[in-house]
């Protein structure tokens, strides 16, 4: 249940933003930019997820956030892949569009485990959660990212 007032507050946050923001499909090329700007969003959640791992500390609130972030960022980076946009950028692998159906399960994978780890209000249950994220996220690069 935890889970589906996280999604539901998401959604309507995007919503929301994609109003106010007078969102348009743009270019390919900026979809590429947009695509860079939703996966630094990520990251930098991520990383502060992690450092307060590595701390051994744990904040509800924080984690919430944190987690809550992701999935409005990976909400917006799933629609960034529109068919014949595969030359926008060279990090995205062609298999994003050979395979959606692939490409879509490992969006789902991370998008459920960042939701989950929204849910989190344990310390105990925090790193095992945030590490069901990071192998959510490694096994979607691996497949789907050009190796830098």
């Known amino acids: 249940m935890r ?3 996280v999604e539901i507050i998401c959604l309507a946050a995007l919503g929301l933003a994609l109003s106010l923001a007078g969102f348009a499909p743009a270019g390919h090329a900026d979809v590429a930019n947009d695509r860079a700007a939703a996966m630094k969003e990520i990251r930098n959640s991520f990383r502060v ?3 307060m791992a590595q701390a051994g500390e744990f904040d509800a609130s924080a984690v919430q956030n944190g987690a809550f972030a992701i999935v409005t960022e990976l909400m917006i980076f799933k629609g960034l892949f529109p ?3 595969q030359e926008a950028d060279r990090i995205s692998r062609s298999e994003i569009w050979t395979d959606r159906a692939g490409f879509d399960a490992a969006w789902e994978a991370g998008d459920s485990a960042a939701s989950d780890l929204g ?3 344990s310390a105990d249950a925090f790193v095992p959660a945030l590490q069901t994220l ?3 996220c490694r096994s979607c690069h691996k497949k789907f990212v050009v190796p830098q």
Request: charged residues 5%; hydrophobic residues 45%.
């Open 134 to 136: 990071a192998s959510a």
């Open 3 to 5: 889970k589906a007032v």
């Open 49 to 51: 997820l992690v450092g």
């Open 83 to 85: 068919p014949g946009s």
């Open 119 to 121: 849910t989190v209000t």
